[in-house]
């Protein structure tokens, strides 16, 4: 009877890649490919909006393509904006430019185009948008604020009048004291 030689033992790398690998390194080429066909070279425009541009502006905007044009000065970021929130976006553009530029190391993004769509985007809502969380009411001002401007405002006889210096008169009291304090 022979003996079959026993193999020499792995090394200790060799034995932690073998059998299972991590669904990160399975995916990586293909997501690299498809966001390189979308005209994204670097994934972590598409994969970190939110750390590169900010939370309320990841909250209304979403990368969509970038485009290369022929005279290679630079590529064409398109951004998918909720309809109502475009004209904020479009006075932050240069501020979008720079960061998203930032991330590429060097001027890659020259232009960047808005596209206007419902709050639930195109393609049955794959391009979702988060809203902010509504704010807390303002707090109601202090009783003798309140009287001090109602009686600011007592000698006016039009009641809408009254109402409207009352608040006014509320609103500069409450400045002066924010100033003050």
């Given at each position: 009877?022979?003996?079959?030689p026993t193999?020499?033992?792995?090394p200790?790398?060799?034995?932690?890649?073998?059998?299972?690998?991590?669904a990160?390194?399975?995916?990586?080429?293909?997501?690299?490919h498809?966001?390189?066909?979308?005209?994204?070279?670097?994934?972590?425009l598409?994969?970190?909006?939110?750390?590169?541009?900010?939370?309320?502006?990841?909250?209304?905007?979403?990368?969509?393509?970038?485009?290369y044009g022929?005279?290679?000065?630079?590529?064409?970021?398109?951004?998918?904006v909720?309809?109502?929130a475009?004209?904020?976006?479009?006075?932050?553009?240069?501020?979008?430019?720079?960061?998203?530029?930032?991330?590429?190391?060097?001027s890659?993004?020259?232009?960047?185009?808005?596209?206007?769509?419902?709050?639930?985007?195109?393609a049955e809502?794959?391009?979702?948008f988060?809203?902010?969380?509504?704010?807390?009411?303002?707090?109601?001002?202090?009783?003798?604020?309140?009287?001090?401007?109602?009686?600011?405002?007592?000698?006016?006889?039009?009641q809408?009048?009254?109402r409207a210096?009352?608040?006014?008169?509320?609103?500069?009291?409450?400045?002066?004291?924010?100033?003050?304090?």
């Amino acid at each position: 009877m022979t003996r079959k030689p026993t193999p020499a033992p792995l090394p200790s790398s060799a034995r932690a890649t073998r059998g299972f690998k991590p669904a990160a390194g399975l995916l990586a080429p293909q997501i690299r490919h498809v966001g390189e066909q979308r005209g994204f070279a670097i994934a972590k425009l598409l994969t970190h909006w939110e750390e590169i541009v900010g939370p309320e502006m990841a909250a209304q905007t979403r990368p969509v393509k970038v485009g290369y044009g022929r005279e290679g000065m630079g590529g064409t970021l398109t951004l998918l904006v909720m309809g109502a929130a475009a004209p904020l976006v479009e006075m932050q553009k240069e501020k979008l430019r720079a960061a998203v530029n930032a991330v590429y190391g060097y001027s890659a993004i020259a232009r960047i185009i808005l596209t206007q769509t419902a709050s639930m985007g195109f393609a049955e809502g794959q391009a979702l948008f988060s809203h902010a969380a509504p704010s807390a009411p303002p707090a109601a001002p202090p009783p003798e604020i309140v009287a001090q401007a109602a009686a600011e405002a007592a000698p006016i006889q039009d009641q809408d009048l009254r109402r409207a210096l009352a608040t006014l008169a509320q609103n500069v009291h409450l400045k002066n004291q924010t100033k003050k304090g």
